[in-house]
Each structure stands twice: as structure tokens, then as C-alpha cells.
């Protein structure tokens, strides 16, 4: 079954501050997402990759960038957290086999708040 | 634009009746539609998926209706149990792109 971590679990920033939120995952997937919980908005996809050393914007990318130095490691970054960007924030991966995609593979989260 | 309409945003039901999730999409070459459910403090997790090549898929207690002419699909969840509660999502994707569309999601209460 597919492995992805995410790091911090937690952390609690201040406003203009600039944070880093790592994903890591073990089982080889091509695409990595990062994506945004907030109540009664569902999933919301900020970013995405399909390899190493390159990014895709999703839905809602304004505010965050995002880097993928290997096939593992995925990290979404905050430059400048504002009050706004509080929410869960999910790391996925995926396959990608010929030319479909398939199961996502959620990590556990990361509760940010910015104060 | 919400592309992924999903309704109710709640719903309760008693132990052994059926559950119904339904979606609406507006993209018309959308192509895969999976559920996830996602239990509280835990992260989401697929349930079950179709391809508009049939209009109906099942996996247990859990089916998929589509409609591919009215842009519609549903979950069934038959003899709902209190451990089905959770919030599901629908999604949808585009041919070979790999991006999720999701919805809102359902929180779903199933009382004893």
C-alpha cells in the first residue's frame, strides 16, 4: 500500500512568516498534489508534479509555491502565511501508468494555523 | 465555477436504510469519477470509482449510478451502518489529465 508522510503533523505560524510544509513518499508514484481542506469547501488542489524538478499550478495556486527536487519529496511553501492560509493541508500521490492515473494516496494532513 | 456539485452538504439516516450522495458535473469530457470517504481526523481515501463506459458499479454495499446524459452520478450506500459515517467527496477527471475536480462533500450520519 502506498506510503505518505507528511511533515510537520502541525505547526502554528505567525502572519508574513514563511513556512514549509514537506510531503514524502516511498512507493515510486510519478504525481504528487498538495491539496487544501477548509470546511465547506472539500478538497482544493494547489499544486501538482508528474517529475522531478517540475510543477504545475492547480486550482489555487496564488500565495503558495511549490518544489520537487526528487521522485520522493514534494514541499509546498508559504513565503509570505497569511491568516487566510489556516486550514488542513493534504499531500497526495499517484501512479501513472499508461497515460491514466489512478488511485490517490492521501498522507495524514497537516494542520496549519497562522496568527 | 464549481465544476463538482455535490448534495446534499448533510445527511442522517438509520441504521439499514440506504444511503444517496449525489454529484453533478458541467465538463462533458470528464471521464472518471471517484468517491472518497474521509473519517473524522483521518485523511481521505477512495471508495469506489466508474468509468462512463457502464452506467452502474458495485462494490459490496456500495454502488455508482450514472447518468452520462444528465451530467449526474450517485452513491448508494444499501443497509447503512453507524461505522459508514463520514464525509464523502465525488470527483471528477479529465482524460489524461491527472488533476481531481472534487466536490464540496457530504457528511453522512448513520444513527442507530
Known amino acids: 500500500e502506498a506510503a505518505v508522510t507528511q511533515s510537520p503533523r502541525s505547526k502554528v505560524a505567525v502572519t508574513g512568516g514563511k513556512v514549509t510544509l514537506s510531503c514524502h513518499q516511498t512507493?515510486?508514484?510519478?504525481?504528487m498534489y498538495w491539496y487544501r481542506q477548509d470546511t465547506g469547501h472539500g478538497l482544493r488542489l494547489i499544486h501538482y508534479?508528474?517529475?522531478?524538478?517540475?510543477?504545475e499550478k492547480g486550482d489555487i495556486p496564488d500565495g503558495y509555491k511549490a518544489s520537487r527536487p526528487s521522485q520522493e519529496n514534494f514541499s509546498l511553501i508559504l513565503e509570505l502565511a497569511s491568516l487566510s492560509q489556516t486550514a488542513v493541508y493534504f499531500c497526495a500521490s499517484s501512479d501513472w501508468l499508461g497515460g491514466l492515473s489512478y488511485e490517490q494516496y492521501f498522507g495524514p494532513g497537516t494542520r496549519l494555523t497562522v496568527l | 465555477q464549481q465544476q463538482v456539485r455535490q448534495s446534499p452538504q448533510s445527511l442522517t439516516v438509520w441504521e439499514g436504510e440506504t444511503a444517496i450522495l449525489n454529484c453533478s458535473y458541467e465538463?462533458?469530457?470528464?471521464?472518471?469519477f471517484p468517491w472518497y470517504h474521509q473519517f473524522p481526523g483521518e485523511s481521505p481515501a477512495l471508495l469506489i470509482a466508474i468509468r462512463p463506459v457502464s452506467n452502474k458499479k458495485e462494490d459490496g454495499r456500495f454502488t455508482i449510478f450514472f447518468n452520462k446524459r444528465e451530467k449526474k452520478f450517485s452513491l448508494h450506500i444499501a443497509d447503512s451502518q453507524p461505522g459508514d459515517s463520514a464525509t464523502y467527496f465525488c470527483a471528477a477527471r479529465r482524460g489524461s489529465n491527472a488533476k481531481l475536480t472534487f466536490g464540496k462533500g457530504t457528511k453522512l450520519s448513520v444513527k442507530s
Open positions: 508534479s508528474y517529475v522531478a524538478d517540475s510543477t
Open positions: 512507493n515510486n508514484h510519478d504525481y
Open positions: 465538463d462533458s469530457t470528464f471521464d472518471y
